[in-house]
């Protein structure tokens, strides 16, 4: 089979590889839909997770079951699923506790790519597919189905540790498609008035449709600084970091009120350590807690979210920015997302 991989650090291109093997629980599947992601630009140019020549690219992904598994209960061969981008081990310690996510080490349960080929190929292999997929709804447009696997759960999980009540303030930092799910999450949440902070029109347009009342323009000055003037020295209640390099969680430290929650969702590459405004922070006691979490996966949070969609309640056709027909594709769609010109949310392939 064919699929498009890192050849080495600082360059992708297309391989020729064997086919996966599909284990008793697990699924074979032929895409459906594809999307680039920021991870697969850090992972190409910026060394995120070493070099890894050959390995096949991609972990945002719906899915048309070609092969099933022997124990595998809940899916058959021509079966249309939502492939989550992250498919935790669930028989492991860390899932049992809560922690689905990081099953197998920190960040572990990013196995397309980090620990095995991904979805950018003619055939992707699925663990323990009984619980990493779901089924697509009938009807569902494919565009809408793939921003599912990756976007709207981290952007939500942003959202969700923040721990967002009724009517709070809140500042999204990053307004790519994370940050639009974010700010989408915010809204269903409660909050009143939500900040957010980047500058690109297409985004920013999509960002005010999804319920953001304010746009922080970082070239206006301290990002910071123009939120706690806008809330007359008060700050905000909750922050959402989902972009910015490794001085971000800078701004979030300095425009966060004590007693609030600042929700990572943000990949910080390039830096060993990561910044934090001593004093700001009240020297470590000022309240103002840092939360963490990676792509939530699973079967139950997949349908979910699809129910979301579903009845309304979401609509992420607005970030699907360009539509490709046809698997060669992905290359033009990942560089698309790796420039990031002012038009690009997210580019999305569809393969069938």
Known sequence: ??????????????????????????????????????????????????????????????????????????????????????????????????????????????????????????YFHVNQADNNMAMLPDGMDPVAGVMITDMMTTGFMGAENAGIQLGADVAVIGIGPVGLCAIGGAKMRGASRIFAVGSRPTPVKVAKMYGATDIIDYHNGDTAQQIIDATDGAGVDAVVVAGGGPDILMDAIKMAKAGSKISNCNFFSGADTLPLPRLDWGSGMANKDIITGLCPGGRVRLERLAKLITYGRFDPMPMATHVFHGLDHIEEALLMMKKKAGDVIKPVVICE
């Open 1 to 122: 089979m064919k699929g498009y991989a890192m050849i080495k650090l600082g360059e992708a291109g297309w391989v020729n590889k064997i086919m996966p093997k599909c284990g008793p629980r697990d699924c074979i599947c032929r895409p459906l839909a594809l999307a680039p992601c920021t991870s697969d630009v850090h992972v190409v140019w910026e060394n995120a997770i070493g070099e890894l020549p050959g390995r096949i690219l991609g972990h945002e992904a719906l899915g048309i079951v070609d092969e099933v598994g022997s124990e595998v209960k809940l899916f058959k061969p021509g079966d249309r699923v939502i492939v989550g981008a992250i498919t935790p081990n669930w028989d492991n310690e860390a899932a049992q506790r809560g922690f689905s996510s990081q099953t197998g080490g920190i960040m572990g349960a990013y196995e397309f790519t980090a620990k095995k080929d991904g979805t950018f190929a003619e």
